[in-house]
């Protein structure tokens, strides 16, 4: 077995673990990121493309905003559709000029695995048998195989970004970690068209057929999603029966409707909430999926990820060269506090926007005068852009 050190070993490589590498190497805080699926998996898997305002703030004063200001799209507002009609939420006019990007997922990745490999600091893809012990000491232990060696870092700090499914979270014991959980009794059905986009920002509807979203990857390519059953069968889901429910969810009265183009990808997304208290146990802190899922209605995943390593790695930096770790004591609640807003705004989205098992002719209407009150006052416009846009990073 080969033993080595290193200050933090983090577990994942998905944004948040890049990330956190990368703030602590421009901190001068070395790191080893292990990663148990290969590189190409890691890039191709297709997840979020919503930036909050702080996520390309970060990516910029980190030096690796180049390719997203080049390719990135930023929209200044989101439609909302109902009863035929879009109606536009400008969220710039709203928040004092912050906006989203469109960039996706993949993109990011592949913007911080080069900032990785520039830096030449540890990245381990293909890992296996990846485990860590002794997180109650001050010397944390990271054990994996890698190619035919086994290696064991003896770290200070270990980061869990490795997801939901991942090796970190199951450590903590019962007795401490409390975990909240719902399930939601529909998914969303995603698909990637080769079809340049038909609107210039995102567009949400409400139908009495469910809920539908017009998104976009790139000028050439359109995300669009609807709402299906948890267990839906992709295989009788033509494309053609896609594009008709599509259509049927978000045609306007004045004939807007997505351009139509071959499906290059397709797949069913089950939609849930979920929220580990606390995010630290030991020397071992959680951040990004790891620690919460929330529904994607709100597009907040990415982004909290992006908030708890930016907060991860500020607190590390007073640990290592002021010797404090006060920011250390108060990462799980300042982390659970903004979790917990994301929760209560994409529950709201997404109660807004589909259709409940059970809902009646009453429901529908109750959430189309939910609608119609949000689009006819400024207060209510105003609180959706502070959110979805997302607060500053603390």
Not at 40 to 58: F, H, K, N, P, S
Request: hydrophobic share 40%; charged share 25%; net charge negative.
């Amino acid at each position: 077995m080969s033993v080595t050190r290193t200050q933090v070993g983090i577990v994942g490589a998905g944004p948040a673990g890049l990330m956190l590498g990368h703030l602590l190497h421009l901190a001068g805080i070395d790191s080893v990121i292990v990663e148990d699926r290969s590189e190409d998996y890691v890039i191709e898997r297709v997840r979020a493309g919503v930036l909050e305002q702080g996520t390309v703030d970060l990516m910029r004063t980190t030096g690796i905003g180049d390719r997203l200001d080049r390719e990135g799209m930023r929209h200044e507002g989101i439609y909302i559709r109902f009863n035929g009609e879009r109606h536009r939420i400008d969220l710039a006019s709203l928040t004092g000029g912050r906006a989203i990007t469109i960039y996706g997922q993949n993109e990011v990745v592949k913007d911080l695995i080069g900032a990785r490999r520039v830096a030449g600091r540890p990245l381990h893809f293909e890992a296996s048998d990846v485990s860590v012990h002794g997180l109650e000491t001050n010397t944390p232990r990271l054990r994996f195989a890698h190619g035919d060696q086994t290696h064991e870092i003896v770290c200070d700090v270990i980061a869990g970004c490795d997801g939901s499914h991942g090796v970190c979270r199951p450590t903590i014991p019962s007795a401490i970690g409390q975990t909240y959980e719902r399930e939601y009794p529909f998914a969303w059905l995603g698909i990637l068209a080769d079809a340049p986009p038909a609107s210039d920002e995102i567009v949400y509807s409400l139908s009495e057929r469910g809920f539908a979203l017009f998104s976009m990857r790139s000028t050439t390519i359109t995300r669009l999603y609807l709402q299906c059953a948890p267990d839906e069968n992709l295989d009788e889901w033509s494309d053609d029966r896609i594009w008709t429910e599509l259509m049927a969810r978000l045609r306007t009265d004045d004939g807007w409707v997505p351009n139509v183009g071959p499906i290059l990808q397709k797949a069913v997304a089950p939609m849930r909430s979920f929220v580990v208290e606390p995010m630290r146990y030991g020397r071992l802190f959680l951040a990004g999926d790891a620690a919460h899922i929330v529904p994607p209605t709100g597009a907040k995943g990415l982004n909290l990820a992006m908030a708890d390593v930016r907060r991860l790695a500020t607190a590390l930096e007073d640990f290592f060269h002021r010797g404090s770790e006060a920011r250390l004591e108060k990462y799980s609640d300042r982390g659970l506090k903004r979790t917990w807003r994301a929760q209560r705004f994409s529950w709201w989205m997404t109660s807004m926007l589909h259709k409940q098992e059970g809902d009646n002719p009453f429901d529908y209407r109750r959430q189309l005068a939910e609608l119609d009150y949000l689009v006819s006052s400024r207060a209510a416009m105003t609180s959706l852009a502070e959110n979805y846009t997302g607060t500053p990073f603390d």
